[in-house]
Every structure is written in C-alpha cells, then in structure tokens.
C-alpha cells in the first residue's frame, strides 16, 4: 500500500502542477459569497464548484488534485454526473478535507489559541470518503502569534493530532496532506518575519517528530505550510526575495528529504504575491522536495469576483481560474514573471 500511496503523492506534486483547496466549510464558503453578494445554497455551491471543476484547459494542464468539502464529494453537476467524475475526467485527483475545524483550545490561551478536532470516527469517515473516490485528505492545524503565543501545549496538541490523522489515512490508502499553518491574517497578526520563522521551525519540528513517533511514512504525505512571511498587521513587510530566502531556509532545518513535496497554502497573500514567493522559491532550487501550490484563495478570488454567481459569466470565471492556474504553474516551475501575468 506504502508504495501505491508514495505514487499517488508523487502525482499530487507532478512538475508544474498543484492542487486546487476548494474544501472551504459551509461558512467560509459564506463569507466568499456574501463578498459577491450571493446567497450560499447547496445549488449556487454546486454551480460555482462544477465552474472551476469543468475548465478543462486549466485543470487538465495545471491541476493535479482538488481538495473538497463532503458536501461536494457526494455532489452532481447539472447534467447529473458525480463532481469526483468531473474532476477524475480532467486528470486530477479528488481530495477531502477531513478535520472538523479548529476549537479553543481549553487552557489558560483559549481566547487565542485552537487545536484542531475530528479525530473520534475518522477511520470510517476515511473508509467511506475511499469508497466515494478520495485518494487523499487534508487536516488543517491553526497556530496563533500573539502576546505569549503559541504555547508548548497548543503546538504539541495540534502537531499530534497531524500524526493521527496521518496514520489512519495511510492506513486507510489515503495520502495525508499535513496542514500546520501559522497565521499570517486574523485579530493578532502584528508579527514581523523573523518571529515567524522561529515559530514556523518550532511547529514543523514538533510535527515531524510526531509523525515519526506515530510511523507516518514519509514518502507517502504532503507537506501544505504556510510561507514564512510578516503577520498582515506588521508595519515592516519583507520583501519577496527574503520570503523566498527564509522560506526555503526553514523548510531545509525541519523536512526530511524523503518527503515528496510542499505545497503551499496562500494564507491571506494576494494573488501575485502567492505567485511570485514561489516561482521565486524554486528560481532558488538545489531541494530535495517539488515546491507547488495548494492554494485556495489565491487560484479562485479572481474566479469568484469574475463569475459573480451569473451563468452567462461562466466562461469569464473559467479563463480567470486558468489564468491563475497557469501562473502559478510557472511558479512552480520557477519560470513565472511579471510580463506572463500581464500577457494574459
Ligand atoms: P488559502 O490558500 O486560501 O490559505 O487556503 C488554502 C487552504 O486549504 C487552507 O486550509
């Protein structure tokens, strides 16, 4: 099973592919509706997601896998075939998002500070989610920079929940995408970059040291993390090339080699910003892991704005979809630049 999961993981990070994150919950998908003026219903979050799912040229050449909430997974396109099938028909694999969100985490931080829940049932949850056609999963970790944050307790908490959930994907022949994201957005965010590297290296240290302990196999998991970049709210942003730089830094002090690839979150950069770290990243090379994207909001605002919940504007949210996607491709490549974005 070991190595069948190490090609399946493999796949996820082919040259110049990575994943689409469309597994936003009920209420963040909400909120990215409310930002277009559409109400959320089960039909306008099938119409939106049988969009992107159905623009073909940019899932076909740029998109490996697409990560899913439940409701989609079960979900059928207008003319009545299974979303799984619509993805699995453009060459990408079906993902699910598996956690059941990030709760406050008891304790004397729990105003900030979540550990991550969904553990109780998940091997059959993970059963039924193979049977629907799932060949991996996600679990998302959030930890927090404030004032006495993150704590010991919470990154612990949440770096063994990763490795659970780790190893019962893999028991289950799923591929684990192991989420732990520190917070560059939200209430706190004051952060400069170098505290986010040294919480960055302290959480995925700890994580790989669980995954060890629980016998995670290595070649056979995704590393999603988020950049090493200043919290929103700082004053003093860095500039991409020191992004770059101590992004890659930290990923070579805390990765083991044997893993296939990272892929990025976007985490609250702009589209372009999302884009540029990485090609960056990879204009750098000399790792031992492929650097892609696994980006949500950086691969669909432009989508969403461009589609506007109109049927007769489909075909502009599919060109912005696969305009986005094929950046960052180049990106992934290290061969994005400003005049390609432009070109488009
Ligand atoms: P963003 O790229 O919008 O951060 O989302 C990726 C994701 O899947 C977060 O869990």
């Given at each position: 099973m070991t190595e069948k999961l190490a090609d399946i993981a493999a796949a996820m990070v082919a040259p110049g592919k990575g994943v689409l994150a469309a597994d936003e919950s009920s209420g963040t998908i909400k909120k990215r509706f409310d930002s277009i003026g559409i109400a959320s219903t089960e039909d306008t979050r099938r119409d939106y997601r049988e969009m992107l799912f159905s623009a073909r040229e940019g899932m076909k050449n740029f998109v490996s896998g697409?990560?899913?909430?439940?409701?989609?997974?079960?979900?059928?396109?207008?003319d009545g075939t299974p979303l799984v099938d619509v993805i699995r028909a453009a060459g990408a694999i079906p993902g699910i998002k598996v956690d059941e969100g990030a709760k406050p985490l008891a304790?004397?931080?729990?105003?900030?500070?979540?550990?991550?829940?969904?553990?109780?049932?998940?091997?059959?949850?993970?059963?039924?989610?193979?049977?629907?056609?799932?060949?991996?999963?996600?679990?998302?970790?959030v930890i927090t920079i404030a004032d006495g944050t993150p704590t010991w307790n919470c990154i612990k908490a949440n770096a063994h929940a990763l490795a659970r959930y780790a190893a019962l994907c893999q028991e289950a022949g799923i591929v684990p995408i192991v989420e732990p994201e520190v917070l560059m957005d939200g209430a706190h965010a004051g952060h400069d970059i170098d505290r986010?590297?040294?919480?960055?290296?302290?959480?995925?240290?700890?994580?790989?040291?669980?995954?060890?302990?629980?016998?995670?196999?290595?070649?056979?998991?995704i590393l999603k993390p988020n950049m090493i970049i200043a919290g929103q709210k700082c004053a003093k942003q860095a500039k991409p090339d020191q992004v770059a730089e101590l992004t890659?830094?930290?990923?070579?002090?805390?990765?083991?080699?044997?893993?296939?690839?990272?892929?990025?979150?976007?985490?609250?950069?702009?589209d372009e910003q999302a884009t540029q770290n990485l090609s960056l990243m990879n204009e750098i090379g000399g790792v031992p892991w492929k650097l892609t994207f696994s980006y949500g909001r950086a691969l669909q605002a432009a989508a969403l704005k461009a589609w506007g919940g109109k049927t007769e504007n489909v075909a502009a949210g599919q060109r912005a979809f696969t305009h986005r996607a094929r950046m960052n491709s180049l990106a992934a490549l290290g061969e994005w630049n400003v005049q390609q974005e432009k070109a488009a």
């Open positions: 697409v990560i899913l909430y439940d409701e989609t997974l079960r979900q059928k396109a207008m304790g004397p931080a729990a105003a900030i500070e979540k550990v991550t829940e969904g553990l109780d049932g998940l091997r059959e949850r993970l059963g039924e989610y193979y049977r629907l056609g799932a060949r991996f999963a996600k679990w998302r970790a986010c590297y040294e919480v960055t290296e302290w959480t995925q240290h700890t994580v790989f040291r669980e995954l060890y302990e629980a016998r995670v196999a290595l070649d056979a998991i890659v830094k930290c990923l070579k002090a805390t990765v083991p080699a044997a893993v296939p690839g990272i892929a990025f979150l976007s985490g609250g950069q702009s």
